[in-house]
């Protein structure tokens, strides 16, 4: 007797979802970074890493370099250019940068999918 083998149909393989884009600018980040490079900062380009720091595990750092690090990755917003820490990069998927103006203060924000949660004070946060 000869026994035979029930083949199952051949696996079709998944679609891939499509990733967001790493970092995306508001306008009002836009401007900002537009000033800055065309003033103090100018022949530079600004790196975002997230660090192991703060009360809730990670903090967002900035820095402005004169060349991108190894690996790092490249965030184009228009005319402008990013980088990002590669070993930031997964914490950052789908993150929007902006830049607020309130009465005694200013600076960039992070609106980040990925946050779980946030200290108190808001300079940190956890995945």
Do not use: W
């Amino acid at each position: 007797m000869s026994e035979q083998i029930a083949q199952s149909p051949a696996r079709q393989p998944r679609p891939r979802r499509e990733l967001p884009p790493l970092l995306t600018l508001t306008e009002g980040a836009i401007t900002r970074l537009r000033k800055l490079y065309a003033s103090s900062h100018q022949g530079q380009i600004l790196r975002i890493t997230v660090a192991a720091k703060g009360c809730s595990g990670l903090s967002y750092e900035m820095e402005f370099v004169t060349e991108p690090g190894a690996g790092d990755e490249t965030v184009r917003a228009g005319d402008l250019t990013l980088l990002v820490d590669r070993k930031a990069a997964m914490f950052l998927i789908g993150t929007v940068m902006d830049y607020e103006s309130q009465s005694l203060s200013a600076g960039f924000t992070f609106t980040n999918p990925n946050e779980k949660g946030r200290c108190g004070c808001g300079e940190s946060f956890h995945v």
